[in-house]
């Protein structure tokens, strides 16, 4: 895929890249189907450790241990027992960036409204915990635009600034 009129877009991923060094970012990225957000983002982190997960619509713990395997293999973390739970993922990656500098994108975010909606409000308990220490670059993105709205815009739904 050609790249034109990205440079913008590739300068702020960089940029809240290199600040993740020092403290928590989280970016969103959204927009219609197949205009080039995925292709964006791999093209960002060309190169560099990203962990990359993309969000399915399928039974939490299924989800969950496929999450922890790559975690183990792409990131060397012993994870020992079975994790079951999204908010146990985050807990495992959120308290690993308080450590090691992490670039994480979790890709299609919408689809975890259906597996669980309060994984949302999970993510936001821990990001409050453990943001103070983290060292780490935090990407959602997502196509399904009302949705992405309501989650990351509606005053009643967890917000991941603060």
Known sequence: MDFFGREKELEI?????????????FTIVMGRRRIGKTSLIRRNFQGRQCLYILAKNEAEATFCSSIQRQIQRELGISVYGSVRS???????LFSYATQNQLNLVIDEVQE????????FADMQELWDKYKPDM???FITCGS?????????????????DG
Request: contains cysteine; aromatic residues 12%; glycine residues 0%.
């Open 86 to 92: 999204m908010r146990d993922i985050f807990d495992i």
């Open 135 to 137: 060292k780490i670059n």
């Open 13 to 25: 991923l960089r940029r809240e890249e290199e600040l993740s060094a020092s403290s928590a970012r």
């Open 112 to 119: 975890f409204f259906y597996v669980r909606k309060s994984i």
């Open 144 to 160: 399904i635009y009302s949705l992405m709205k309501e989650l990351f815009e509606d005053k009643n739904q967890p917000c991941m």
